[in-house]
């Protein structure tokens, strides 16, 4: 499993366009083939930063997304919002534990 972390930073004023693109297209995220889970976080200091959370089965996957045309709009429709350059990891889960 692969878990791709996305830091994105959002001038004030366009943080409600932001959460109104994200909660029209977490569904289609998630209708992507590998994709397991999709959630969005914000920063408690600084309202601006957001994290999106998502998991694939593999990298192929990740990158049939990342290169799909549904992608392409939300993206081109997000990246017009940003105040900083968004930041984005790759990341394998190495321990876990849950009081779940």
Known sequence: MLIRIVKLTFKPENIPSFERIFEESKHGILAFEGCTFVELYQDLKNPCIFFTYSFWND????ESYRTSDF???????????????????SVAKIQSSNQF
Do not use: D, I, M, Q
């Open 59 to 62: 990298e192929s996957n990740l």
């Open 71 to 89: 992608f392409k709009g939300v993206w081109s429709s997000t990246k017009v919002l940003f105040a900083e350059k968004p930041e984005a990891w």
